[in-house]
């Protein structure tokens, strides 16, 4: 399978893509998923090509994984879990079945809890002691702070909610500057972990505790926890009635659908939310019924797959022509290389071919400021991902949002289209002649024939937002099933975790660095002998 594709990859690497493109390509190789398009017309996909990476589907068993995902089967099985993120927006879905029962009763009503807490603390029946919310501090890192971090600055037009800050680091930078800017008595802190046992969570957890207790005499009244272990959120002292509790078959990256989006939820409203999950819950529905050749995540998987294991493209861009995603790229770092960065398949054995890309990126237009430049005339190919909205919120500025979108447009154009040597001798030929023309000429080629992806949709609304989250969840899944691998797990982040435990008191000085390697050791004398 994988040989293949390599060998259709090499075939095909100097074939311009705009020479394929006409408008029967436009149209072929452009997806719906509601009012969302997916145009891949600009990649050097072929209709043969496609049948090829669908045959790729069939070959792996996707669709018969993603049912089972969907019903609840224990597809993580290195820690023998459902992987059922789907079931926390199967608003009016059927059941799901976990071990025999059915979780959506539960489901249900932790969301029902979760939509009146939220409208208590928006309307003020819930307050601190000096009154009215008017803060929320969400602590929690990874998936307990990506998701509603990036969803709370994409929607920032719906906020109407108490003010909304998110603190992960453990550098006090972080929850200082916060703190800061907060009312001990008017804020709400909410601790989200899955586990309840994240070092840096409980770290900030107990420096807001104890920043909280210097003004409010019941601190714990003004604490709410988002978590798996009632145990541990109870030995915190925080009362069952702020605790929102979720299953461990919500893996942390896929958990701002239920009680991780707290924050969210608080910010913009029980409704809003609630289209979030119909949004989401709207791409779940078209990934499970739309035939593969009209099946946009799968499709989406199946071009990255294209790009890195068949072409050997080894990052990806995703540059969103909405500023109010500009923490997309962050979030998505977090879904994809820490669900498909492995190198071991489900059986053990060594994966055959390189895991999932590096994906990094920033909005535009600021990007083609810094580094398109590297896109454009690098000598490495970075497939590029656009997302962009037909309008803004800002109607009144809506001649400016036209601009961003002709931005947007024009540079998956100059990718594609490149400029050739002629041309570029052509916009010079009034400055320079002989042989610096050629000179400088070349310095204005731009090679073109980088593949791009556009996802465009009306409007950055709370649904959009839904679908655009989903259908990168399930870009995922579908990469991980056909790479192998199991993209629900996270082993690879175990290790650092045991060793920064073992040198903290190496740092603190109470434990020498004996037993460190030379260079540990020499940092630490460094960094001890300047203070740390
Ligand atoms: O260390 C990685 C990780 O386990 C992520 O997978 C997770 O999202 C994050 O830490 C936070 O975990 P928790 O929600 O349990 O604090």
Redesign the pocket.
Known sequence: MWTTLKAKAAEVADRRIEAMLDADRAADFAVQAGDMRMDYAKTNIDVATRDMLIGMLETTGVAAKRDAMFAGTAINETEGRAVLHTALRNLDGGPVMVGGADVMPEVSGTLKRMDAFAQDVRSGKFQGQGGKITDVVNI?????DLGPAMAALALAPYHDGPRCHFVSNVDPADIAKVLRSCDPATTLVIV????F??IE?MTNARTAKAWMGEKVSDVGAQFAALSTSAEKTADFGISPDRVFGFEDWVG??YSMWGPIGLSLMIAIGADAFHAFLRGAQAMDVHFQAADWHENMPALLALVGIWHNQGCGYTTRAVLPYDNNLSRLPAYLQQLEM?SNGKGVSMDGADLPVHSGPVVWGEPGTNGQHAFYQLIHQGTRVVPCEFLVAARGHEDALHHQHQLLVANCLAQSEALMKGRDLDEARSKVADKFEGAELDRQAKHRVFPGNRPSITLAYPQLTPFVLGQIVALYEHRVFVEGVVLGLNSYD?WG?ELG?ELATALQPVVEGVKTAADKDGSTAALVDFLQKHGV
Do not use: H, M
């Open positions: 929690g890192i990874g998936g307990s989200a972990s899955k586990t046992t994240t969570t942390g990256r820490e996270q982040v975790k």
